[in-house]
C-alpha cells in the first residue's frame, strides 16, 4: 500500500491545527472577553465553514488566494509557488475546516473561567495579556487541547476544499481522502478499505481522548 | 507605602435597577460598609477597585486621582487595590507560594519576591502551605492565604468583601486578631463589607451605612448612639 496520501495527510493536519491554534485562540479571546460591535458577525464568519458547501468555501479561497488575486500573487513572488493547487493549498483547506472547532471550543473553555479569578488577577496588578496568560489560559488547558485535537481530527480528513483548492495530484496534493475517493473510483477497494480503516480508528482515538480531556474531575484544581 | 492618605469616594453610577450615589471618606484604619443585600456595597468596592466605571464622580487616594468624570480612570492594575473577595479567588492552579507572590511588584527578583511570599504565608500562619493548591486548604487556612495575599502586594488600599463569613467563630476571632495587627502596623485605608457586629466592633473605626445606593448614616464605631444591634438589623 501507498502510504503517501496518510503522511500527506498528517503533514497537512499538523500544520493546519498549528495555524487554526494561532488563529482560533487569538479570535476566540477576543468573542470570550470583549464586548464590540460586529462581535456576532465575527462569531458567524468563523461558524460558516462548518456548515457552508464546501464548493462555496473552495470558491472564495480560490477568489482570494488564487494566482491571479493580490494575495496570491503575492505569495508566489515571495516564496515561488503559488498557494492553489500546492501543499499550501491543502493546509489552507485542512485550516479552514479545523478553525470553527477551535473558535468555538476554546472560547467555550475560556468563558468558563470564573470572571473574579480575572479580576483578582487585575487587581494584583496583572495587565488584562498578563491575567489572559497567567490566570484564563492556564485554567483552559485541557479544554484547549481538546479542541487542538478535534481540530486535528478534522483537518485530517478534509475533502471537499481540498479538492476544490489542491486538486487531486498524485504525489503533490493527494490526501487520504482523496486518495480512498480515487481508489473506489478504480475499485482499488482493499487500498480503500485500508486507509478507510487507519483514518476511523484515528479519529475514534482522538474523539476518545476529547472525550477523557472534558470529562469534569472531581479533584481538579 | 501611602500610609496616612485619605481615600476618597463620591461615586454616582446609575444602573437599570436603581442608582448608587454616594459620598464618603476612609481614614487609614477600618471604615465599615454596612447595609442590606442590594444597598450598593459591592458595586462601590467595584467602582474603588476599577472594576466598574461610574458615571460621574472622584475617587482619589491622597493626591492620586484614580477616577475622575472628566478623565480616563486609572487602569485596575495599576490602583494597588487589594481586593479579597467573597470567594477569596485564589488562582486554583497556582500553589499558595504562587498565590502570594503574583501580587508582588515584578520589578523586584523572583527569589526576592519568594522569599517575601514565604514571609508572609508564616506570618499569617501557613506557611506550612506554601507548595499546596487552594483545592487542598480548609476555609480558614484559604482565608489566610487571600489576606497574605493581599497584604504581600503593599497595597494602598484594602477592600475586604466579607471575607470571613464562611467561618466558625472561633477561627474568625483568631484571623480578625491577625487583621487588626496588619492594619494597625500598616495604616493602609480600609473598608471592611459585612454584616456581622462582632467582625464591625472588632476591626472597625467608622461606620458608613447604605440604604438603596445611598449614605443613610456615617458614625465612629464608638459613637454611643449607634447600637450594634441596630448594625445588625440594618444588615439584614
Known sequence: MDLGPLLLSFEVAT?????????????AALLANYRFPGRDLIDVVFTAPMVMPPTVLGYYVLVTLGRRSVLGHAFESLTGTSIVFTMTG?????????LPLVVKSV??????TDPTLILAARTLGATKLRAFFTVQVPLATRGIAAALMLAFARAVGDFGVTLMVAGDIPGKTRTASLAIYSAIQAQHEREATTMVVIL????LALLYGVGKLTARRPDDR | MSGGDNLSVRIVLHTRSFTLDVAFEVKPGVTVLFGPSGSGKSRTLGCIAGIVRPDKGRISLGSDVWFDETRASLPIQRRRVAY???????????????NVSYGIARTIPKAERRATAHDMLAKMRVGHLADRKPHTFSGGEAQRVALARAFAMKPKALL????????????KLELLAEVGDWLARERVPTILVTHHAEEASALGDHVVMLEKGR??????IDDPTL??????AAAK
Open chain 1, 15 to 27: 500544520i493546519a491545527t498549528l495555524l487554526a491554534a494561532v488563529v482560533g485562540i487569538a479570535v
Open chain 1, 90 to 98: 491543502a493546509v489552507v483547506a485542512a485550516t479552514i475546516g479545523a
Open chain 1, 107 to 112: 472560547r467555550a473553555a475560556l468563558e468558563q
Open chain 1, 200 to 203: 476511523t480508528v484515528m479519529v
Open chain 2, 84 to 98: 479579597v473577595f467573597q470567594s477569596l479567588a485564589l488562582f486554583p492552579h497556582m500553589t499558595a507560594e504562587d
Open chain 2, 160 to 171: 475586604l468583601d466579607e471575607p470571613f463569613s464562611a467561618l466558625d467563630a472561633g477561627v
Open chain 2, 215 to 220: 449614605v443613610v448614616r456615617e458614625a465612629a
Open chain 2, 227 to 232: 447600637s450594634l444591634p441596630k448594625i445588625r
